[in-house]
């Protein structure tokens, strides 16, 4: 199943399912999103990315040079706890 279709079968139950209170923050925080967004400022496909430190999942400091010296990368985002 694609991406866009996952993500689309997610929102929908959201929507269907979440509290009220909660539907309304997020539904308004996205459309604020939404709005606010500038593809034109977004890192393009094949644009260098600017340097960075981040925490891993086990809480250990990476940096993108660290990690770009052991070969290609591929950074993901995701929501821990």
Do not use: C
């Amino acid at each position: 199943m694609a991406l866009a279709t996952q993500l689309s079968k997610v929102l929908d139950n959201f929507q269907l399912s979440a509290p009220a209170q909660v539907k309304h923050d997020i539904n308004k925080s996205r459309l604020e999103e939404t709005a606010n967004f500038r593809q034109d400022a977004a890192i393009q496909e094949g644009a260098v990315l600017p340097a960075f430190e981040l925490v891993d999942a086990n809480g250990w400091k990476t940096s993108s040079a660290d990690l770009i010296s052991k070969g290609p990368i591929l950074v993901a985002f995701y929501g821990g706890g």
